[in-house]
Structure formats: C-alpha cells, structure tokens
C-alpha cells in the first residue's frame, strides 16, 4: 500500500490560543442571535397582544352604538304610535328585528304627558332613553 505522511506540526501557543478565540467568538455570536431572537418575539406578541386590544376596543363601540341606534329607532317608532293614539300605553317590541329584545315601556303620566322608556335586553332595570312626551304637541 501506498501511504503519504504528513510532517507533524507541532501545536504552539499562539494556534492554542487562536482555536481558544475563535470558540469564544462563535459562542458570543451564538448568545447574541439567541438574544435577537428573544427580543423579536417580545415585539411580535406585543403587537399581536395591541392589535387584539384594538380589535376588541372597536367591537365594543360598534356594539355600543348599535344598541343606541335601536333604541333611538324604538323611541321615534313609539313617538310615532303616541302621534296616531295619544292615549297609548303598554309595550312596544321590534318584531322586525330577529335577534333584538329591545322594547318601549309607555306609560301615560297625566293626559297630556307620556313617559317613554327603551330597555335594549330582556330584564334590564335601567333604560337606555328616558323620555317625557307632551302628547298634545304631537297631536298639533
């Protein structure tokens, strides 16, 4: 068999000490890209944490402002019923409306004023609008 020997070289200080820095380097640099990459999924979830925040913050006001546009309908369609029957009390309900539970609560104070009161959910205390119609202005 043929074989090649290579001369022995024999290991000095200095490569010693390169080999020793240039591990201490790729261990730096391996630190550092964990580092990056920790600070990279902070600011990812952060972000993704803020945009829910905002997505819910929008539901919120748009389900807000729903409610308040039924209610205000509610109430004009009772000031309406008041105009042709001024003398109406009771309930009015939405029957238009598929998922709505908001109702008017009319009650006549004297014969000439009427209380009218709009509830958005099903055993509300609190109205959503209160008002005091002088029915003989309507009539007018």
């Known amino acids: 068999m043929f074989s090649i020997k290579f001369p022995k070289v024999p290991i000095t200080k200095h490569r010693l000490t390169m080999h020793r820095r240039s591990s201490r380097r790729r261990g730096s640099a391996l630190l550092l890209c964990t ?15 803020s945009n829910q925040r905002s997505i819910s913050r929008i539901d919120a006001t748009r389900s807000s402002l729903q409610g308040r546009a039924t209610a205000e309908g509610l109430a004009q369609r009772t000031i309406a019923i008041l105009k042709i029957d001024p003398t109406f009390s009771g309930e009015v309900k939405d029957k238009q409306m ?7 609560d009319v009650r006549q104070i004297s014969k000439t004023t009427s209380s009218v009161e709009v509830y958005l959910y099903k055993g509300s205390k609190t109205p ?13």
């Open 35 to 49: 580092l990056a990459a920790a600070v990279l999924s902070m600011a990812t979830i952060a972000i993704v944490r």
């Open 128 to 140: 959503i609008i209160r008002r005091i119609i002088d029915v003989e202005s309507l009539v007018k």
């Open 98 to 104: 598929k998922d709505s539970v908001a109702w008017v």
